[in-house]
């Protein structure tokens, strides 16, 4: 029942676990300078107490709505195709997560539920900071959630709809953490099934750096120890994933797909970041399915004029339409990206480094055997041909083709001689 009175509205705040008991104690002197429960309400929202959410939920009389065991919701943060995302504080604790609240209609059956909660504690054991990290799953009567670590950012998609595609550096940044926090994923042996702009949060750590964090591994694909019996959320005939960003292969089968079907959303995700759009917008939801199996999308630099050439070709890398075409390893790709920025120094006039240093990044580039020189070089030179090493390879295929023409006329030469020869011959005699 909505709240008629101001007893009836401390009553509500005190069972649900609404207010700390600092704030609690405070409520009867507060209620007794005001004659509506509405206004001591706002007053308390005034004060940062009680979110609007909460008011609102509290005088529609579904107040028992907000309490998910020793978590009280404080304000909705978003909603997907699972279920719907809230900002909740652990009465308990004292500690501010986000809590997911899953569709019934996606855990309808009890085995269901029992893979669901074997797969949450799987991603929970996750340790990353490019990873949002998962902290408890429960149910609260016939309701499924689990907890989140809060963070306090915007995701990419409204970063992008709010700001316009990012700066090549910045974009660049973003997918580089995204593959750390896949790689460590991947290692772990999970796969996120649905990597795209809305599940990539970025926020700033206590220095003033940006930090990307991957959000909803709670519902990857637990990828080892079970088998394919471990897939909670898979069935049948239904495609898994976000169409605008999936994975031809897990379009297929979403049972198969493995951390390259995650590398190709990222790659899908990387050209939203600069173009504003995925690689195939616009068209029926099939149209789009045969379009990620069959067809290549615009080149990013052709929306993009000032988009350069290694980062074309980590798109398109990305992108390849088979797995065993693209990066390997969620590490690969971001080595690649490392790779366009590391500086070339001269090995022989440096001293020997004591020992390996132990950032995430250069470990990363110790443990990444990938070796990208090549590409890069392929790509930078198709930009500016000014590089010495690909001039002696242009005068090099120069020489070879005139030394090839000059060889075919000798040869034609001779045969026209000796023809002439003969018919000579054919003459006299």
């Not at 529609?60 to 978590?71: K, P, T, W």
């Not at 279920?83 to 986000?98: H, P, S």
């Not at 042996?189 to 959000?215: C, E, Q, S, Y």
Request: aromatic share 6%; charged share 25%; hydrophobic share 40%.
């Amino acid at each position: 029942m909505p709240a008629v009175s101001i007893a009836d509205f401390a009553d509500i705040l005190r069972i649900g676990h609404l207010l700390e008991s600092r704030q609690l104690a405070e409520v009867p002197g507060l209620g007794a300078q005001y004659v509506e429960p509405k206004a001591l309400a706002g007053e308390l929202i005034r004060r940062g107490w009680l979110t609007p959410f909460q008011v609102n939920s509290i005088f529609q009389g579904r107040h028992d709505e907000l309490n998910f065991g020793s978590y009280v919701l404080q304000e909705r943060l978003g909603e997907g195709g699972m279920g719907k995302v809230y900002k909740a504080r652990n009465w308990k604790l004292c500690r501010t997560v986000a809590l997911k609240v899953v569709r019934k209609d996606r855990l309808s059956d009890a085995d269901a539920v029992r893979r669901f909660q074997r797969e949450i504690r799987a991603a929970a054991q996750l340790s990353h900071p490019n990873i949002v990290h998962a902290f408890d799953a429960g149910e609260s009567g016939d309701r499924h959630f689990y907890v989140m670590e809060y963070v306090d950012g915007i995701d990419l998609a409204r970063l992008v709809r709010r700001d316009g595609p990012l700066p090549i550096e910045e974009a660049r940044d973003c997918i580089r953490q995204a593959a750390l926090g896949l790689q460590h994923a991947y290692e772990c042996g999970l796969v996120h099934r649905d990597i795209k702009p809305h599940n990539l949060l970025r926020t700033h750590g206590a220095n003033g750096r940006t930090i990307v964090k991957i959000l909803d591994m709670g519902l990857a694909r637990l990828d080892r120890g079970e088998g394919h019996d471990s897939d909670a959320m898979t069935r049948e005939g239904v495609v898994m994933g976000t169409l605008d960003y999936l994975a031809p292969e897990q379009a297929r089968n979403a049972h198969l797909a493995d951390t390259r079907a995650d590398l190709y959303s990222l790659g899908c995700t990387l050209y939203f970041l600069r173009t504003g759009q995925p690689p195939f917008s616009g068209g029926t939801p099939t149209e789009k399915l045969i379009k990620h199996q069959m067809d290549s999308p615009p080149p990013v630099e052709r929306l993009r004029g000032d988009v350069p050439a290694w980062l074309s070709a980590v798109v398109e890398r990305l992108l390849a339409k088979k797995p065993e075409h693209r990066f390997q390893t969620p590490a690969e790709a971001a080595e690649a990206l490392i790779a366009v920025h590391r500086p070339q120094v001269d090995a022989s006039a440096q001293p020997p480094s004591p020992m390996k240093s132990t950032t995430p990044d250069m470990q990363l580039m110790a443990d990444t055997s990938a070796n990208w020189s090549s590409i890069l070089e392929d790509s930078n030179s198709s930009a500016s041909s000014s590089s010495p090493r690909r001039q002696r390879g242009i005068q090099s295929r120069r020489q070879r083709g005139i030394q090839s023409q000059r060889f075919a006329w000798i040869v034609s030469l001779a045969v026209l001689i000796l023809l002439a020869l003969v018919s000579l011959l054919l003459i006299f005699l």
